[in-house]
């Protein structure tokens, strides 16, 4: 299985501040046949399912404001978020779909500061 | 928009068998653009993904599951089904149905979750 880990596991911004999420697979999610990295971001806000933000690493989801980004390649990626909004207060997952079974990272709590 | 709502009991005793459903709205489980699947949530494992369907049949389960888990589908009523059978205490958690784009699998749409709890 791939093994997803993030950091930090909670951060506090100021609203209007720049959020960062890192997340690292155990192995690259580089599918070199489409040069695509299959790796989704996800916001999961308190009594709700969780919400695709980013996929591709780097897509924005129909909807997502974009003040949300993703980067990275390979092993290691980031969900940035450049202005923090209240709204915005949640847990943010990354997961792999490059092989199954699909594995998440254990998550990141992100709070104003 | 697309919908998905899942039902079922919300307590089971261990050693039994658990069995929840997820309905689709606005969309049909028998496209051949989409996986239909289920992930459970429980503070002690956080998310993990259970399984998939797709339209013909075929299934792809977690191998940490496999040997419990049974996931249907039946187009007649736009609906799948997820069975786990000898239940644990270990198996208490929300559990989510979603849908996964066929080329693409991730989970754009989620539903907004169950809770099942393993006691006696």
């Known amino acids: 299985d791939i093994v997803m880990t993030q950091s930090p596991d909670s951060l506090a911004v100021s609203l209007g501040e720049r959020a960062t999420i890192n997340c690292k697979s155990s192995?690259?999610?580089?599918?070199?046949?489409?040069?695509?990295?299959?790796l989704a971001w996800y916001q999961q806000k308190p009594g709700q399912p969780p919400k695709v933000v980013i996929y591709?690493?780097?897509t924005r989801e129909s909807g997502v404001p974009d003040r949300f980004s993703g980067s990275g390649s390979g092993t290691d990626f980031t969900l940035t978020i450049s202005s923090l909004r209240a709204e915005d207060v949640a847990v943010y997952y990354c997961?792999?779909?490059?092989?199954?079974?699909?594995?998440f990272g254990p998550g990141t709590r992100v709070d104003i500061k | 928009q697309v919908q998905l709502h899942e039902s079922g009991p919300g307590l089971v005793k261990p050693s039994e068998t658990l069995s929840l459903t997820c309905s689709v709205s606005?969309?049909?489980?028998?496209?051949?653009?989409?996986?239909w699947s289920w992930i459970r949530q429980s503070p002690g494992k956080g998310l993990e993904w259970i399984g998939y369907?797709?339209?013909?049949?075929?299934?792809n389960y977690n191998p940490s599951l496999k040997s419990r888990v049974t996931i249907s589908i039946d187009t007649s009523t736009n609906q799948f089904s997820l069975r786990l059978s000898s239940v644990t205490a270990a198996d208490t958690a929300m559990y989510y149905c979603?849908?996964?784009?066929?080329?693409?699998?991730?989970?754009?749409?989620w539903g907004k979750g169950t809770t099942v709890t393993v006691s006696s």
């Open positions: 979603a849908r996964l784009p066929h080329q693409n699998n991730y989970m754009d749409v």
């Open positions: 591709w690493a780097s």
């Open positions: 606005s969309d049909s489980v028998s496209s051949s653009n989409y996986y």
């Open positions: 369907i797709y339209y013909t049949g075929s299934t």
């Open positions: 997961q792999q779909y490059y092989s199954t079974p699909f594995t």
């Open positions: 192995q690259s999610v580089l599918y070199s046949s489409d040069n695509n990295n299959y």
